[in-house]
Every structure is written in C-alpha cells, then in structure tokens.
C-alpha cells in the first residue's frame, strides 16, 4: 500500500487506488488485508476507482486502542473524504457488516454491494457465535494468537486435517500478526443476527451476493439483508462458493455500480 490517510483517532491508513471515474472502495473481512481483494479491484479499475486499504490492526495499517466498530466507521469516512467526498462500497464476509454499518450511519455513499456477510440464521449458529467470542477473546487476551486463529479456521468449517496443514505452512506466520484483528470482526457482526432495524434505514440501494455453490445458509442470508434493505436486490452466482472467483464477481458489480 504506498498511500497513508490519517483516521479521526489519528490512526495510520494505508490504501492504493487504480483507475479512474466514480470511486468504489473495497471493503475486506477476517483474516485478510487489502491485498487480499486486489484480483478485485483490477477488473473493476477498467471501469472505476477502485481502492482496497488495509482495515485497522492488519497489513500497512495502525491500530488504536481501544477498539470500537464505530472507529472503523470513522476509517472509511476518513477515505472516502481523502477520495474526493462519496464512494460507492462493495463488502466481503464481515467486511460487508462493516460496509452496511457506514452506509446506515449516513456517510456519503451511493450505493452498497455485499458477498456473503455471514448472518447466523439458527438459534445453534447464534449460540456457536457466542461460543466462538467467548473463547477468542480469551485466547487473544491471554495471547494465544495461534489458538484464535484456529478458532476462526473452525468457524469457518475447516477441519482437524486442513487446520494442522495450515499451523505447518508458512503462511501461518502472516495469520498469527493479524489475529487481533479477528476481534474487530467479532464486534462489526454484532451477536450474528441480521440488523434488520439497521438494515431498513439505509437509504441507497443494496445488493447482496451470495454464491450458488455456498452452503444454503449463506443464501438465506444474504436474501436477508436484501429483504430487510428499502431498495435491496437480492442474487445468487452460479457455481461460486465464499471463494468467489473475481472474474466472475467483477461484471456483476460493474453492472450495478454503473446504474
């Protein structure tokens, strides 16, 4: 990232933009920098500005205690007024929480994207969800970053076997320098519901993404957000699953940040 933007907190952000025209910024989720949504954003720099930053506590970024989500808030309001005043936000996982929680506190978006925000939408997701802050936050606060990434892993479906492959690989290192950061997703999903008090008073249009592949759950919420959005839309890619494929993403978003 070789641009740096100071937040309201006088936190360090680091960002990079391509192209050129209305300003799209892409939001990551848990486990991921900026860097992360770059095969993203150059599809989508043909047609935009699109930008990726580091979120808070990972890659080129700072991280002032103590946490807030509304700090986080506070980040994209400070890139959007560096990238000329409004910005149009795409979210991935629980960067779409984040990306949904700007657009409802009224900073100065046209229009928001998601894919896949993972809403719990069972009373045993909902107790899993509280099971899992419960043990990350004790992790984290007695230092285990190794153990609250492998809760996160878990979360996410990973098993014992891909779990140990992943502790013996050298990306593992990377993981463990930005598992503090897994609590500041924790806190943007809330208790896992969807917030559909939030969600109906955000006044630009919404579309939620969900891949056809990913487990129904998936589906069902981000109808969900869809649903509860005044001017949401709803749609499924075909064949895509969390791991969504850019290429296959990137027509889809150009289609509706162009309208």
């Known amino acids: 990232m070789d641009k740096k933007i100071l937040s309201r907190d006088g936190t360090s952000l680091a960002y990079e933009s391509a192209g050129r025209g209305p300003v799209v910024v892409l939001v990551s989720g848990a486990m991921s920098t900026g860097g992360t949504l770059a095969p993203l954003a150059a599809p989508l720099s043909e047609r935009f500005r699109a930008v990726v930053y580091d979120r808070r506590g990972r890659g080129g970024s700072g991280d002032t205690a103590p946490y807030a989500v509304e700090r ?60 899992y802050t419960e043990r990350l936050t004790r992790a984290l606060g007695e230092g285990r970053r190794g153990d609250a990434v492998e809760l996160f892993l878990r979360l996410t479906g990973l098993g014992d076997a891909v779990i140990e492959g992943a502790r013996q690989s050298a990306m593992w290192a990377g993981m463990e320098s930005i598992a503090p950061s897994l609590a500041h997703d924790d806190a943007v999903m809330g208790d896992g519901r969807v917030p559909r008090e939030l969600l109906s008073s955000i006044p630009v249009p919404v579309l939620s993404i969900a891949g056809g592949a990913s487990p129904e759950w998936m589906r069902e919420a981000a109808r969900a957000i869809a649903e509860a959005a005044p001017r949401g839309t709803y749609r499924s890619l075909e064949d895509q699953t969390h791991m969504v494929e850019p290429d296959v993403l990137a027509p889809v978003l150009v289609e509706f940040f162009s309208a």
């Open 72 to 131: 986080e808030v506070e980040d994209l309001a400070a890139l959007i007024e560096a990238l000329g005043g409004e910005a149009s936000l795409f979210g991935v996982s629980s960067g779409g929480a984040l990306a949904l929680r700007a657009a409802a506190n009224g900073l100065p978006v046209r229009s928001v994207a998601v894919y896949e925000t993972p809403y719990a939408m069972s009373e045993q997701a909902l107790a899993e969800r509280a099971e």
